[in-house]
């Protein structure tokens, strides 16, 4: 049981760091090229690799080589829905942030 959970911590450090989190929403609308995460964060192709790479490893993504390009594909959809769930719980913070302004 503890190596189960070990693995389950893993998942939640690989999607712990902006970026990371934002390239498996971006993945939620279907399989990215690398290419399109580049263009989406303005940062280097190495820093994108080295992010996909946490990912892949945790087993969140999976890749796919055509010809001189690599595509990426959540493997985890289930985890869409506690992205959805954290959205909703963010919108209710905000709601009382506002109604304590007013």
Not at 26 to 32: F, N
Not at 54 to 65: F, P, Q, S
Request: with cysteine; aromatic share 6%.
């Amino acid at each position: 049981m503890k190596q189960r959970i070990i693995l389950k911590a893993n998942i939640f450090k690989a999607l712990g760091h902006p970026t990371r989190l934002w390239m498996v929403e971006q993945l939620a609308q279907g399989e990215k090229c690398v290419c399109e995460f580049v263009e989406g964060v303005d940062v280097d192709f190495s820093t994108i690799s080295k992010h996909l790479s946490v990912l892949r490893h945790a087993g969140i993504v999976d890749m796919e080589k055509r010809g001189k390009q690599i595509f990426y594909r959540l493997t985890m959809p289930c985890l869409l829905t506690s992205l959805h769930c954290i959205d909703g719980l963010l919108d209710q913070q905000i709601q009382k942030q506002i109604a304590l302004i007013e």
